[in-house]
């Protein structure tokens, strides 16, 4: 893909929050706290733990985690009593370490949703 037309369609089609600065840094892969960009410049990823990726990128025990999982199930939504073992494993896990009385997780996929639902 050229490069010069993926900066315009980013620009034309992406809204990226709290920044309207120009042309953004195109990021093109990421191992561990790093990222680099399209010239294989690397940059420290501090913002990682801001949506996603608190525990790093590209990590083999988690790649290897997620890709044994998935070729399973990826996915299972818990409305209408539908559930599955590892949702069920995490939760129980969750009560033991949650104060007393705390004992049920509701699973959601970001923090806009938990505070929305709660």
Not at 94 to 115: D, H, K, M, R
């Amino acid at each position: 893909m050229n490069k010069e037309e993926l900066h315009r369609w980013d620009q034309e089609h992406v809204v990226h929050p709290w920044s309207y600065a120009g042309p953004s840094l195109m990021i093109a892969r990421a191992k561990g706290t790093r990222y680099w960009d399209e010239e294989g410049r690397e940059y420290l990823d501090a913002l990682g733990g801001i949506q996603n990726c608190s525990a790093g990128h590209s990590r083999p025990e988690l790649i290897e985690a997620a890709r044994t999982q998935m070729e399973k199930l990826e996915y299972v939504p818990m409305h209408w009593n539908f559930t599955n073992e590892p949702a069920v494993q995490l939760a129980r896990t969750i009560a033991t370490l949650t104060p007393e009385g705390l004992n049920q997780t509701y699973f959601v996929s970001s923090g806009s949703e938990a505070t929305e639902s709660a």
